[in-house]
Structure formats: C-alpha cells, structure tokens
C-alpha cells in the first residue's frame, strides 16, 4: 500500500521559515514527478511547486517563487519543500502529492495517483 506522510508544518510568525518533508512508501517514485498543493479555509485546493524525477523539471506559483524552494531525495523516497519569507497569505493545509506515471501537467491535481494526509501551516502576523 502506497502512503505519503507529510511532516513539518506548524505554527510560524510572519518573516519565518518552515521545510515540510512528504515520505513516501511502498513503491519508489525516483522517476515520477511529485509536488506540493494546499488548500487554506474556504479555498480550493491550489498548486504550489512540483519537480519531476530526476529534478530537472521544477515549477511553482508565481506568489512563491524566490520564497519556497522543492528538492528531493531519491535514496530516501522524500520530498521537501523549504519556506522562507513566510506570510499570513501562505497558511493552509500543505498536502504532499505523488504521480504514479509521468505526466507534466504539474499544475494539475489530476495529475497525481497519491496524495498525502496534509500538514497545517499557520503563518501569523
């Protein structure tokens, strides 16, 4: 059985930083994309970055880009994304998200077959 656990999230004050790590277990992912989406209240769910497998490929939102940067490591099946600058604007549920094939819509949450548990960040001001 495929699972996704996401860890890191917390509490944080405007300015801050946070690095969420997403685990994944029971197949490897070293040649599929995998990124991070998140929801915030009242929101739908929103791309944030993703990066194909061998790290080549890398996207992300334009409100994160030179803030939060996604990387992984492929020996231990994770990956991270590391938020700095933080802002209020950023709290969400983050939900790490895995595709069982390759596909490079990585904007798309249809593109992906596994999706993780969600980890809460507040970012206060």
């Known amino acids: 059985q495929v699972q996704l656990v996401e860890s890191g999230g917390g509490l944080v004050q405007a300015g801050g930083s946070l690095r969420l790590s997403c685990a994944a277990s029971g197949r490897t992912f070293s040649t599929n994309p995998m990124g991070w989406f998140r929801q915030a209240p009242g929101k739908d769910r929103e791309f944030v970055a993703a990066m194909s497998g061998s790290g080549n490929i890398i996207d992300y939102i334009e409100s994160v880009k030179g803030r939060f940067t996604i990387s992984r490591d492929n020996a231990k099946n994770t990956v991270y994304l590391q938020m700095n600058s933080l802002k209020p604007e950023d709290t969400a549920v983050y939900y790490c998200?895995?595709?069982?094939?390759?596909?490079?819509?990585?904007?798309?949450?249809?593109?992906?077959?596994?999706w993780g548990q969600g980890t809460q960040v507040t970012v206060s001001s």
């Open positions: 998200a895995a595709d069982g094939g390759v596909t490079y819509n990585f904007r798309a949450s249809r593109s992906y077959d596994y």
